[in-house]
């Protein structure tokens, strides 16, 4: 027999197996069995009839716990039985937690997330002192309340209110404070509360090989119309190809499975980790990290399949789900499955790490070798990488000079030269306003982008 989350094995009795119990109490309970090795073979007891007595002792006054401790039919093993507590339960001022076949000392999020849950508690739903109504935005507020009114899920007369009874409503206060997520929802600068609380934007020539760079900052809901804003009209570019004569633009990314993804990184994300979402686009895939963890017990599979909500901080996610951005039935990732498979586009992959969780975006074969800005279907404009990444830089600064091209591209003014002649002739750049002017990103027909 193994050892697994409920149940672990010891040849004899220490006073710092305690941690296991502790463990246990603060987990789904368990049993340790103490006279076997660690394949749960008996090797045989020393001063049973002590343990017997000792253990549920310790446990009491180390722990404040009860447990039973029961001799086995043989004589050989005695199993410490432990439940599951609701309250924390603490080892010489230590926390523990049985994952696995482990007992690991819980710290820093993970430890505020645990204490949090035991007491009932969610991050967002926590009071912030020092902020009041006067520190809101109320343009945020205002564009929350058209959005709402548009969704139909908040009844017309409760967004008449004002903003104390709205925020009321919305569950946003407590005891007369603002709630972190009142914060993040609607302060124009949420990160005198909340350090990190942004989205960092990067284009990737390779892992290590950044070529240029966006931060997004605001409100939350801020911070998803202005980085899809940069995702669609800088770092990636709709393809194009015609029906018959009707123009058609695909993006590398369905916008509607692009933008569920930010929506879910900023409603499920960990706030207590001091870093941004980030955002890095390649030639061939998007790939979004938020700081965060599955729901404990969850896998992956959990995650695509059909489950039920399961909102990270419960108080952003009904804000967001009032103003018509997401449902309240977890269907977050089906709906980016379902947009992917309907855009002929590769399934999402997700993929989990100690630090949080990354959402990675391929791009369709015949999007893989444009970059941002560049390239276009139905062979009507080809595009090198360096052509691409020529583009994103003139994108980001129109009036970028030929020498700072170069530094950026890693190549001689000559070179720059000859790509931005090779773009032209190709009808992707214009110049305007003559030798003193600047280079234009256009289509193929002449019409500015």
Same mark, same amino acid.
């Given at each position: 027999?193994?050892?697994?989350?409920?149940?672990?094995?010891?040849? %004899?009795?220490?006073?710092?197996?305690?941690?296991?119990?502790?463990?246990?109490?603060?987990?789904?309970?368990?049993?340790?069995?103490?006279?076997?090795?660690?394949?749960?073979?008996?090797?045989?007891?020393?001063?049973?009839?002590?343990?017997?007595?000792?253990?549920?002792?310790?446990?009491?006054?180390?722990?404040?716990?009860?447990?039973?401790?029961?001799?086995?039919?043989?004589?050989?093993?005695?199993?410490?039985? /432990?439940?599951?507590?609701? *309250?924390?339960?603490?080892?010489?001022?230590?926390?523990?937690?049985?994952?696995?076949?482990?007992?690991?000392?819980?710290?820093?999020?993970?430890? &505020?997330?645990?204490?949090?849950?035991?007491?009932?508690?969610?991050?967002?739903?926590?009071?912030?002192?020092?902020?009041?109504?006067?520190?809101?935005?109320?343009?945020?507020? =205002?564009?929350?309340?058209?959005?709402?009114?548009?969704?139909?899920?908040?009844?017309?007369?409760?967004?008449?209110?004002?903003?104390?009874?709205?925020?009321?409503?919305?569950?946003?206060?407590?005891?007369?404070?603002?709630?972190?997520?009142?914060?993040?929802?609607?302060?124009?600068?949420?990160?005198?509360?909340?350090?990190?609380?942004?989205?960092?934007?990067?284009?990737?020539?390779?892992?290590?090989?950044?070529?240029? =760079?966006?931060?997004?900052?605001? &409100?939350?809901?801020?911070?998803?119309?202005?980085?899809?804003?940069?995702?669609?009209?800088?770092?990636?570019?709709?393809?194009?190809?015609?029906?018959?004569?009707?123009?058609?633009?695909?993006?590398?990314?369905?916008?509607?499975?692009?933008?569920?993804?930010?929506?879910?990184?900023?409603?499920?994300?960990?706030?207590?980790?001091?870093?941004? /979402?980030?955002?890095?686009?390649?030639? #061939?895939?998007?790939?979004?990290?938020?700081?965060?963890?599955?729901?404990?017990?969850? *896998? %992956?599979?959990?995650?695509?399949?059909?489950?039920?909500?399961?909102?990270?901080?419960? &108080?952003?996610?009904?804000?967001?789900?009032?103003?018509?951005?997401?449902?309240?039935?977890?269907?977050?990732?089906?709906?980016?499955?379902?947009?992917?498979?309907?855009?002929?586009?590769?399934?999402?992959?997700?993929?989990?790490?100690?630090?949080?969780?990354?959402?990675?975006?391929?791009?369709?074969?015949?999007?893989?070798?444009?970059?941002? #800005?560049?390239?276009?279907?139905?062979?009507?404009?080809?595009?090198?990488?360096?052509?691409?990444?020529?583009?994103?830089?003139?994108?980001?600064?129109?009036?970028?000079?030929?020498?700072?091209?170069?530094?950026?591209?890693?190549?001689?003014?000559?070179?720059?030269?000859?790509?931005?002649?090779?773009?032209?002739?190709?009808?992707?750049?214009?110049?305007?306003?003559?030798?003193?002017?600047?280079?234009?990103?256009?289509?193929? #027909?002449?019409?500015?982008?």
């Amino acid at each position: 027999m193994t050892e697994h989350q409920q149940k672990e094995y010891k040849r %004899v009795w220490k006073d710092e197996w305690l941690k296991t119990l502790c463990a246990f109490a603060n987990a789904q309970g368990g049993t340790l069995v103490i006279g076997c090795d660690d394949h749960g073979n008996p090797v045989g007891l020393d001063r049973p009839g002590k343990l017997l007595e000792d253990i549920p002792n310790k446990a009491r006054d180390v722990l404040g716990i009860m447990v039973d401790v029961n001799l086995g039919t043989d004589g050989e093993t005695l199993a410490v039985c /432990v439940e599951p507590y609701s *309250t924390p339960i603490s080892y010489k001022g230590e926390y523990f937690y049985r994952s696995g076949s482990t007992t690991q000392a819980l710290k820093g999020a993970a430890l &505020d997330r645990f204490l949090m849950r035991k007491l009932g508690v969610h991050w967002d739903g926590v009071p912030v002192p020092g902020f009041s109504l006067e520190d809101l935005s109320e343009d945020a507020l =205002q564009h929350f309340r058209e959005r709402a009114a548009e969704s139909k899920r908040i009844p017309a007369s409760d967004l008449a209110l004002k903003n104390r009874p709205l925020l009321e409503k919305l569950k946003l206060l407590k005891d007369g404070y603002l709630k972190n997520a009142a914060i993040l929802l609607f302060h124009a600068d949420p990160e005198k509360a909340v350090t990190g609380a942004f989205v960092k934007i990067g284009y990737f020539r390779s892992e290590t090989d950044l070529r240029f =760079q966006d931060e997004v900052h605001g &409100d939350l809901f801020t911070q998803v119309d202005r980085a899809m804003d940069f995702l669609l009209t800088k770092y990636t570019q709709a393809l194009i190809s015609y029906r018959g004569v009707q123009r058609v633009e695909r993006f590398p990314v369905p916008e509607e499975a692009l933008r569920e993804a930010l929506h879910n990184a900023l409603v499920h994300r960990e706030y207590t980790v001091p870093v941004p /979402v980030q955002i890095r686009v390649y030639a #061939n895939k998007i790939r979004i990290w938020n700081p965060g963890h599955l729901p404990e017990d969850w *896998t %992956v599979e959990n995650l695509v399949g059909p489950h039920a909500s399961h909102p990270g901080n419960p &108080d952003i996610a009904n804000a967001f789900f009032r103003a018509g951005l997401i449902e309240a039935w977890g269907r977050g990732m089906e709906k980016i499955f379902e947009a992917c498979t309907a855009a002929e586009n590769p399934k999402p992959r997700i993929v989990t790490e100690p630090g949080g969780l990354w959402l990675e975006f391929p791009f369709a074969i015949e999007q893989a070798s444009g970059g941002p #800005n560049g390239g276009q279907m139905g062979g009507q404009i080809e595009l090198t990488g360096r052509q691409n990444d020529l583009i994103g830089l003139i994108r980001a600064d129109k009036r970028m000079s030929r020498k700072t091209l170069a530094d950026q591209l890693g190549i001689n003014q000559s070179a720059v030269q000859k790509l931005l002649e090779a773009l032209k002739k190709k009808g992707v750049l214009k110049r305007i306003g003559g030798t003193r002017g600047h280079w234009e990103v256009v289509s193929q #027909n002449g019409k500015q982008l």
